[in-house]
Antibody, heavy 120, light 110 residues
Framework: QVQLQESGPGQVKPSETLSLNCLVS?????????WGWIRQPPGKGLEWIGTAYRTGSPYYNPSLKTRVTMSVDTSKNQFSLELTSVTAADTAVYYC?????????????WGQGTLVTVSS | QSVLTQSPSTSGTPGQRVTISCSGG????????VYWYQQLPGMAPRLLIY???ERPSGVPDRFSGSKSGTSASLAISGLRSEDEGDYYCAAWDDSLTGPVFGGGTKLTVL
């Protein structure tokens, strides 16, 4: 059974960088699939952030593209997210997901999510 | 403002059949598969329907999906109290070059 677990600071100061990791268990990232991040501001809907693959370039939501970096570490079987210059608008629950890839919106499974609050 | 449009809320009584709609355009629903996600209170979303009308293993056949043109629907029959939660549609958008979500529909079981 594939499981994903997010980890990282629960609070980040404005203008700083948000960094999260997602540890994958029950499946080897080297075997395939894409790996993505989705966020949900409190009381609001879902927003796709970006998707990465073990090889090749990640692709990002155009609205976040200038601030997002994603990478995959097959040696640790985990992938990561960095979001720079954060503001209060970046406060959200961040989910990591297994992603079928381009031209798909199939995200399964999801991590339990981690709340990141942007506040000084 | 979400790219895909969903009604904010809907409700039904136990045993009833409810339908949740999702409206998009030619660049998303009109040319790509639709997916549905269920988010129960306090939980992470889970995949409910993929490729318009396919159910992952473990999803009851009370849930069904359909698509016509630039719109899609999720139907829930035999409504149960544990179905109460938020439902999101999603589709790849060729213009934005990425997946987009609907704003979500909150289902209340009366």
């Amino acid at each position: 059974q594939v499981q994903l677990q997010e980890s990282g600071p629960g609070q980040v100061k404005p203008s700083e960088t948000l960094s999260l990791n997602c540890l994958v268990s029950g499946y080897s990232i080297s075997s395939g699939y894409h790996w993505g991040w989705i966020r949900q501001p409190p009381g609001k809907g879902l927003e796709w952030i970006g998707t990465a693959y073990r090889t090749g370039s990640p692709y990002y939501n155009p609205s976040l593209k200038t601030r997002v970096t994603m990478s995959v570490d097959t040696s640790k079987n985990q992938f990561s997210l960095e979001l720079t210059s954060v503001t209060a608008a970046d406060t959200a629950v961040y989910y990591c997901v297994r992603d079928l890839g381009k031209w798909s919106s199939l995200f399964d499974p999801w991590g339990q999510g981690t709340l990141v609050t942007v506040s000084s | 403002q979400s790219v895909l449009t969903q009604s904010p809320s809907t409700s039904g009584t136990p045993g009833q059949r409810v339908t949740i709609s999702c409206s998009g355009g030619s660049f998303n629903i009109g040319s790509n598969y639709v997916y549905w996600y269920q988010q129960l209170p306090g939980m992470a979303p889970r995949l409910l329907i993929y490729r318009n009308d396919e159910r992952p293993s473990g999803v009851p056949d009370r849930f069904s999906g359909s698509k016509s043109g630039t719109s899609a629907s999720l139907a829930i029959s035999g409504l149960r109290s544990e179905d109460e939660g938020d439902y999101y549609c999603a589709a790849w958008d060729d213009s934005l070059t990425g997946p987009v979500f609907g704003g979500g529909t909150k289902l209340t079981v009366l």
